[in-house]
């Protein structure tokens, strides 16, 4: 039985960066449980049983047809040399092989494909799914963030306002200083709340991607470990490569097209002969049973006995006005619709990767500028705060220089953020997610 897998070394790229914790759900726990209890997976996986269903339906053309049966019930009536009630019964049977059908060929290969579609449309669902969980891990890890900065930067604003208010009941500073501060503060607040409504948002969807229960006094996902900006170099010519052999969408464009090409050869079949191995026969349980004969004045041949019939039956539609023909152009237009699909499908590709990996380039250069400006805007609030404490720096000075290092510290972590969602569109560019594997080594189970 085929089974879906995750490579381990991918999951070792997908967790690599995060810096995890001791606590919390790690990345490779929330892609197996979305695997494993998605909703929109499960329901992809129901679609391969009726794929194989529907493979039975195409190879049915090509395989023999056998049906029997019994007739049995009671007459009645007056005959001279006969009961007026008597029961009777016969059975019959007929056997029907195709010798020759131009459309058997194309409809095996057409039930094989069917199947693979199904695979194929499981695979795309469970990559989407687990992008969307991976998305929402790290909304989830930036969110909270950007809580914890803003949480800080309230501290260090309440601390100050203790400061004031001593400085003001001392008579060192006038009651708008301290009101200013005070004010400065409380506007944190609205700051801290947004970051942790954007938290539960990330963390409810996360939840309903990984198919947890959501009723009352359920317990929501607790994602583990922090964003953590790492430098990385993506190959944009080997990326190509590996995106147009392995990518799921793109393996099912390609199916599709086998699909069409074999419903029109199918289709073509109604241009040539059909040829069938027929055997009927009838089972008789007595003798002496008449039949009525209109083609013959003799009394001997209304007389009916078991036979068995075997031969052959030939059919050509030779002229059809167009029946089939129509189809069939039909069918290629729909054929080519999906190969010109296709090759922009693949087309899309490089250029992809091309946007993602200049995404990459650019996250990097304003990291390495951010970086350092971080480190000043350290050192800088730090003098800031010393020499407000001793009277030199103005309310307005502290202010600024907190404002300022907070906007560089969010801006860290937005970069953070936004690499990690670059990598993960980048691996689902690739076709990295997920894939079907005949090889039963390497499955889960």
């Not at 938290?199 to 959501?214: H, T």
Request: charged share 25%.
């Amino acid at each position: 039985m085929k089974r879906l897998f995750l490579p381990a070394a991918f999951l070792c790229c997908l967790i690599a960066s995060l810096a995890t914790r001791t606590f919390g759900l790690t990345l490779e726990a929330a892609l197996q449980t979305t695997i494993e209890k998605n909703p929109e997976i499960q329901r992809a996986k129901c679609g391969l049983e009726q794929a194989a269903g529907q493979r039975l339906i195409f190879r049915a053309v090509g395989l023999p047809d056998a049906v029997i049966g019994i007739v049995a019930g009671v007459q009645g009536g007056h005959r001279a040399g006969e009961k007026s009630i008597q029961a009777f019964g016969f059975g019959y049977g007929n056997f029907l092989q195709p010798l020759f059908n131009a459309a058997v060929p194309a409809s095996f290969r057409r039930g094989d494909v069917e199947l693979l579609i199904a695979q194929q449309r499981l695979n795309v669902e469970v990559a989407q799914q687990l992008h969307a969980a991976r998305i929402d891990f790290y909304s989830a890890l930036y969110n909270r963030s950007l809580r914890s900065l803003r949480e800080e930067q309230r501290s260090r604003l309440e601390e100050n306002v203790v400061s004031q208010k001593a400085r003001y009941e001392a008579g060192l500073v006038d009651r708008g200083a301290f009101t200013g501060v005070e004010v400065e503060t409380r506007n944190q607040d609205p700051r801290v709340e947004s970051a942790q409504r954007a938290y539960g948002d990330a963390i409810l969807k996360l939840a309903e991607e990984m198919g947890s229960d959501l009723d009352a006094g359920a317990t929501l996902p607790n994602p583990g470990g922090e964003l953590v900006f790492a430098p990385i170099d993506v190959d944009l010519d080997a990326g190509t490569t590996a995106a147009l052999e392995r990518r799921a969408d793109l393996k099912l464009a390609r199916l599709v097209v086998r699909a069409a090409n074999e419903d029109q050869r199918i289709i073509e079949a109604g241009y040539y002969p059909a040829i069938n191995a027929t055997i009927s026969g009838e089972l008789l349980p007595v003798s002496g049973t008449r039949r009525t004969t209109e083609n013959s004045d003799r009394r001997t041949d209304d007389i009916a006995s078991s036979e068995i019939r075997a031969g052959g039956a030939y059919t050509w539609h030779v002229i059809d006005n167009g029946k089939v023909y129509g189809a069939v152009m039909k069918q290629r237009e729909a054929r080519e619709i999906n190969e010109v699909e296709l090759r922009k499908l693949e087309a899309d590709v490089p250029r992809e990767l091309s946007r993602i990996q200049n995404n990459l380039k650019a996250i990097a250069t304003k990291q390495s500028a951010l970086k350092e400006a971080t480190a000043a805007a350290e050192q800088n609030a730090t003098i800031v705060q010393q020499n407000l404490a001793s009277g030199v720096a103005s309310q307005f000075e502290f202010r600024q220089v907190e404002s300022t290092l907070l906007e560089t510290k969010s801006a860290l972590v937005t970069l953070a953020y936004q690499q990690k969602v670059a990598l993960a569109e980048w691996d689902r560019a690739l076709g990295r997610y997920f894939q079907f594997s005949d090889d039963s080594a390497q499955n889960v189970h």
